[in-house]
Structures are given as C-alpha cells and as structure tokens.
C-alpha cells in the first residue's frame, strides 16, 4: 500500500484519519460484478492508499453480497493489511423478513452487525453506522444499540448516517453520554443534490465527521452523460422510469454547464466533482463508487487538489443555483 499520494483527512476530533478518497461497495460488487474487475478495483484502492472501504448488511445485489465478495478477498489476500485498513458497515434498511429486519431497533442492529462480521469474516467492524433515522424507535435505544456494539468490542467506532441536523445533535448526545463519542456522519452531498448542506455545517459544529456519499451523483457527474444517457451506465441499468434515468434528463444542462468549468480547470467533470466536495473543509473524505479501475483512476487524480479561484466558485455556485450568483459559503475555503 502505498500512502504517500493520498492526503488523509482527520475525522471530527477523533483519532482517525480517513483518505480524501474512501471507496463505498454499494453496487458494483454484488453477485453480478464480474469477479476479476471487482477484484481489481479493491486491489487498485488498497495500492494507492484507499484505506477506507464502506460497506452496508444489504450492499450487493443480492443484500449481503458485497460483504461476501470483500470478507473473502480480504481473507485470501488481504487479511495481513487489516490493521491499515478501515471498513465499515451499516444496519438499518431493510435486510431480512419479518419485524427485526430493519429499523432501529437493538434487536435489528445488534443481529445484523453479527451477521455483517460473518459475512466480512471479521471479528470487529471500524465504523458501525446506523443507516437511518427510524421515527419509530426511541433514539435512546438506536444509540445504546451502537454503544453496546463499541462496548463489545465488535466496532471500534459509532457513526450515523441520513439523519437530520437536529437529529445528528440528539444522537450525539446520547453517545456521548453514553461513553462512546459519535465518529461520523455519512450523508448525500454533490454538485447536483444538496441533501445534507446544512447537516455539514451542524456535524462542524457537533465535533464529527462528515463522508459524503454519492459525490458523482452515482454518476451523473462525469462526461459520460454529457451527451445522453450511455447504454453501459446505472442511469441505463435502472431503467427509463427509475428516478436516476429522470434525473439524468433533467439535468443535461447543468451537467454539460460544470464540464465547461471543469476543462478550463484542466480536470475532468468527474474529478471537478470530487475536488469541489473536498474543497469544504468541513468534509472528511468522499465515498465515491468505482465500476472498473479505469474510473478509480480517474476519481484518484482529484485527492490533494481542491483549490479553486473564486471565480470558479461563484460560477459553480450560479449552476447549482440555476440562477445569479449568489454570495456563498462555499467561497470561503
Ligand atoms: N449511507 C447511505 O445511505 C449511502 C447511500 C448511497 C451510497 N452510499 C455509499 O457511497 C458509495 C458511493 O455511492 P455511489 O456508487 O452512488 O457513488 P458515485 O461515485 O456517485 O457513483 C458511482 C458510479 O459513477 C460512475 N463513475 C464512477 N467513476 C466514474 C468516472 N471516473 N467516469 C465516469 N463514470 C464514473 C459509475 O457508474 P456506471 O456504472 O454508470 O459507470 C459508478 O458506479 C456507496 O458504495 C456506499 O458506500 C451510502
């Protein structure tokens, strides 16, 4: 592994440094992916000093494959780098039948960590995240849930993912007053869909981490839909009524408006959309989907470089906008 081109960011105040650049297993790595390319793409990451990977009980397709597909890569050639690596894994969406298989709930985190460590063939996940917010659950109980999971030993560190700015302060609350600090907060951040503005800023103030997920809009963001929807993509897999194929119609104009910005930076729109999220100094670390190693690469040649002009700043901010420049936060890194 080789850690002298990729900056490592700390998380919130904790101890823990995370790459610019962590490689998530949400798709891509299932059933279907074919086993040399999938191989590849981890080995690739590993080389170049990815340290984090982020997994989930139900990433695949089938649910659970992708923890398959890593526990057995990681013990067949991997296992003596464990200690330099950080791996993740979440509970929360549905997963199994019947009432425990999803929620909040401690009898749903609890059995899904034990089975996302047999899967992973581990004894002890990094980072275990409740997935979501379950309105139905008292937090009190998700987040003893976590501190049960830290407190045995079968996480080393608690993290929350999706959950508001008001919900991220109560359970980081909780956490803390139950001995376990929360770590991080995982959420939806990229050029096109700013779910989590105001979470980035919360989490700042709250002490933690923030990973943003999804920072290519699951693809959205790179030359490749420029001009239409290619045949090989999610968007084209998903199909013309799922809301990504939408998404990609109505967004041409913006997407081909950042590629313009993008070239005159000497970047890709792929790589602009990584340097853009990395220029907050809010962010931890991207969690960006890889399908080959071609676009590893391609996402791996934006760590180190989020500097951007203001000017660049204002005219990104414009296109998000869809209007006049706007003074922004943004402009302030
Ligand atoms: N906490 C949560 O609720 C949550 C939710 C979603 C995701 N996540 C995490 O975030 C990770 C990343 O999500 P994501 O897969 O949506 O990330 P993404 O980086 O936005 O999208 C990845 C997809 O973009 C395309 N792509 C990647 N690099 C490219 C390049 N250089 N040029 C052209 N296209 C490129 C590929 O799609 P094609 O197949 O079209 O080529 C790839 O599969 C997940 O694996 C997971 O770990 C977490």
């Known amino acids: 592994m080789d850690t002298s081109t990729m900056p490592y960011r700390r998380c919130g105040h ?12 949400w798709q891509n790595f299932g059933d279907g992916a074919e086993p040399a390319q999938a191989r590849a793409v981890i080995a690739r990451a590993i ?44 509970a929360g969406h549905l997963m199994w039948p019947g009432p425990y298989g999803q929620g909040g709930s401690r009898k749903h985190l609890l059995a899904s960590l034990d089975q996302s460590l047999k899967r992973l063939r581990l004894d002890y996940v990094d980072i275990f995240y409740s997935h979501r ?73 709250l002490g933690i981490g923030f990973v943003a997920f999804s920072p290519l809009a699951q693809g959205l963001l790179s030359e490749r839909y420029a001009g239409g929807i290619p045949a090989d993509s999610r968007a084209a897999r998903e199909g013309a009524d799922s809301p990504l194929y939408q998404r990609a119609l109505t967004e041409q104009p913006k997407i081909a408006a950042f590629e313009k910005i ?18 907050f100094p809010q ?9 080959n190693v071609g676009q590893l690469d391609e996402q791996l040649a934006a760590a180190g470089n989020s500097q951007f002009s203001p000017q660049e700043l204002r005219q990104i901010e414009a296109i998000r906008l869809g209007g006049d420049p706007q003074p922004s936060r943004t402009v302030v890194a």
């Open 14 to 25: 904790s101890g823990l440094l995370l790459p610019e650049i962590s490689l998530g297993l």
């Open 47 to 90: 080389d170049k000093g990815v340290t984090h990977f982020d997994l989930a009980n139900n990433y695949g397709p089938p649910p659970g494959a992708a923890e398959e597909r890593f526990g057995a890569l990681l013990e067949k050639e991997f296992f003596s780098l464990r200690d330099q690596l950080v791996i993740s894994s979440k």
């Open 133 to 205: 917010f379950d309105p139905d659950t008292p937090l009190e109980e998700t987040m003893g849930a976590l501190e049960t999971a830290v407190k045995s030993g079968k996480a080393l560190y608690a993290g929350i993912s999706n959950y508001t700015a008001a919900q991220s302060a109560e359970a980081c609350r909780l956490l803390k007053g139950a001995g376990v600090p929360c770590l991080v907060h995982q959420g939806l951040f990229n050029l096109l869909q700013s779910r989590s503005e105001d979470v980035v800023d919360a989490v700042e103030n």
């Open 262 to 279: 993008a070239r005159s930076r000497g970047q890709s729109l792929a790589q602009m959309a990584l340097s853009w999220l990395l220029h």
């Open 283 to 291: 962010l931890t670390s991207v969690i960006t989907g890889a399908r």
